[in-house]
């Protein structure tokens, strides 16, 4: 049996640094023995099939293997997370914003490695930043900034490191997420 994934990759080809061309990140991951390999954009998203002969195609078991994969090729460490379809999924299902009636760039998913609590927010005054808000689903954080990411304050504040200390996160707008979906929507 083959399954699924989409692959996010953190904090590549950003201002000329960590370049990842993507047709050399298909034949890394083809390399690994995955199939149907696909990327979207620019800015690290992959989708493929595992080999139905892998040992082992668990999230963790694949983006083990794929970042140890792309630092031999490349030279650098990439955190990456490895999410199915059905994850993906949820998280679009699981939205609590009208994201159909949204921008895709007025709605962001931070994909996280581990999921969080409130409490590591405490100290954002919700409040000071209205409109803009976000709310926490499972290892995903929705941000609704209604002028998009590039002006947003509290995308500011939730880009402090501190914030997500010892996690990967990553993250996408709803375009994005949405593609995503839509791509890994055919399993085995």
Known sequence: ???????????????????VPMAELRSVLEGLGHRDVKTYLQSGNAVFTTAADAPDTTDEAVREAVEAAIEKH??????CLVR???????????????????EGKQLHAFYLSE???????????RDSFLPEAFALGDRVLYLY????????????????????????????????????VEMTEHED
């Open 115 to 125: 999921r969080v609590d409130e409490k590591r927010f405490a100290a954002l005054d």
């Open 84 to 102: 199915d379809h059905a994850y993906l999924a949820a998280v679009a299902a699981d939205c609590p914003y009208p994201a159909e009636e949204l």
């Open 145 to 180: 900034a209604p002028a998009g990411l590039g002006t947003s304050k509290l995308g500011e504040a939730l880009s402090r490191p501190a914030l997500f200390k010892g996690l990967t996160v990553t993250a996408r707008n709803w375009n994005t997420v949405r593609k995503l």
């Open 74 to 79: 490349f030279g650098f460490t990439v955190d």
């Open 1 to 19: 049996m083959t399954k699924t994934y989409a692959l996010l990759l953190r904090g590549i080809n950003v201002g000329g640094h960590r370049k």
